[in-house]
C-alpha cells in the first residue's frame, strides 16, 4: 500500500491547499508522489518495474463558500494521445479524519475500475459524500450528481505545474534555475478522480480535516 497525505486546516471561504501555495497549514504536507516503484504498492519485488496504475500522482483539496471540493491522480503524464491507465485490481481510497484527531479515519471514499460486457470500463465508488450507504457506477468521463454531489473519474489533462529541467540545473548547479514559464507537464495527461460537493457533506461541524489517499493492489479477480 502507497499512501500520500494532506493535512490542512480549513477557513470559509479561502482556498486552503494546493500543490503550489499551502494556506493555513496544521502539519507538513506532501501532496505529490510520482514513480513509485512495484513492491511499494504491492507487485513482487522480483518486478522491479513501475506499477503506473497504483502510483499516486497529486493530491488537491479546496474549498469555496459552499463546496468542499477533493481531486486524486495517479499514473501519468502521459502523451495527449495515449488512453488512459484504469486497473480492476487497484482499490483507490480517499480517507478522510473529521474529529479532533486528524490522524484518524471517519469516511473512506473508495473506488475501483472494470470494464463491462462489451470492454466499456467504468468505476465504481462506494462512501462519496452524501451518499455513504450507496454504491455509484459511473462510465468513465461521465458525471454523477446527487444529493450535492458531483463526481468524475476518468482521463484528464495534467493539472500539476512545474519546471522539472528547473529542478535538474538547481541541483547541479546549486543555485536556483527555475523558469516560471516552462511546464514538464504541460501536453501531459493523467488518470484520476474528482468530487465536488456540499460542506456539510465533510466538515461535520469542524474547521480542520485530515485528508490521504493510498492505495491497493489486490488478488486478480477479487
Not at 76 to 95: K, S
Not at 158 to 171: A, E, I, Q, W, Y
Not at 189 to 204: H, W
Request: net charge negative; aromatic share 10%; charged share 20%.
Amino acid at each position: 500500500m502507497r499512501m500520500t497525505s494532506l493535512i490542512n486546516g480549513l477557513m470559509a471561504g479561502v482556498i486552503v491547499a494546493c500543490t503550489a501555495a499551502i494556506l493555513f497549514v496544521e502539519r507538513p504536507v506532501v501532496a505529490a508522489d510520482h514513480n513509485e516503484p512495484g513492491s511499494r504498492v504491492g507487485r513482487p519485488t522480483s518486478v522491479p518495474i513501475l506499477d503506473r496504475g497504483a502510483d499516486i500522482a497529486d493530491i488537491y483539496v479546496w474549498q469555496t463558500d459552499t463546496k468542499f471540493v477533493m481531486c486524486f491522480t495517479f499514473g501519468g503524464p502521459y502523451v495527449p494521445e495515449a488512453p488512459g491507465l484504469f486497473d480492476r485490481d487497484v482499490v483507490y481510497q480517499i480517507r478522510i479524519s473529521d474529529d479532533a484527531n486528524i490522524f484518524t479515519t471517519e469516511k473512506i471514499i473508495e473506488f475501483r475500475f472494470a470494464p463491462n460486457a462489451a470492454g466499456q470500463w467504468g468505476v465504481q465508488a462506494r462512501g462519496l459524500p452524501g451518499l455513504e450507504s450507496e454504491t455509484v457506477v459511473v462510465p468513465l468521463q461521465k458525471e454523477f450528481a446527487k444529493n450535492g454531489t458531483r463526481f468524475m473519474a476518468g482521463l484528464f489533462e495534467d493539472p500539476f505545474f512545474f519546471d522539472v529541467l528547473g529542478l535538474d540545473n538547481t541541483r547541479t548547479n546549486g543555485d536556483l534555475r527555475f523558469v516560471s514559464t516552462r511546464d514538464f507537464f504541460a501536453n501531459g495527461n493523467v488518470s484520476g478522480f474528482a468530487i465536488e460537493t456540499d460542506k456539510a457533506n465533510v466538515l461535520n461541524g469542524n474547521t480542520v480535516l485530515g485528508v490521504s489517499v493510498a492505495t491497493s493492489r489486490i488478488k486478480p479477480g477479487l
